[in-house]
């Protein structure tokens, strides 16, 4: 059985810094595409940062330079650091994984939800001025 479960988010002032885990067990693949989305009430879903299974790591461009996704071997654990937190990063975090996503779809500027197979539960992060 896949799992994939997301711990660190927690609530920080304006300029921190967080680091989200994501930690997968059960995956039937030995490379696949991992990616961080967010999601506030109302609003929808969005892809924050993607890593391939080739360990390529892309960005939407309002994190970009501020947020760093990485993994472990064979991505068994994928973190995402996050500093000069603003308030509109406040969000639920979830991690989302899957095998056989190409290079050209496992991109944060193209990613979708519907293109990953695996969630996790979410993580919240709290962002106050």
């Known amino acids: 059985q896949v799992q994939l479960a997301e711990s660190g988010g927690d609530s920080v002032q304006s300029g921190g810094s967080l680091r989200l885990s994501c930690t997968a067990s059960g995956f039937p693949y030995s490379k696949y595409c991992v990616a961080w989305f967010r999601q506030v009430p109302g609003k929808l879903r969005e892809v924050v940062a993607a890593?391939?299974?080739?360990?390529?790591?892309t960005y939407a461009e309002s994190v970009k330079g501020r947020f760093t996704i990485s993994g472990n071997n064979r991505k068994i654990t994928s973190y995402l650091e996050m500093n000069s937190l603003s308030p509109d990063a406040t969000a639920m975090y979830s991690c989302a994984a899957d095998g056989g996503v190409g290079y050209f779809v496992c991109r944060a500027q193209t990613l979708g939800v519907a293109d990953l197979g695996y969630w996790g539960q979410g993580t919240q992060v709290t962002v106050s001025s």
């Open positions: 890593i391939d299974a080739d360990g390529r790591a």
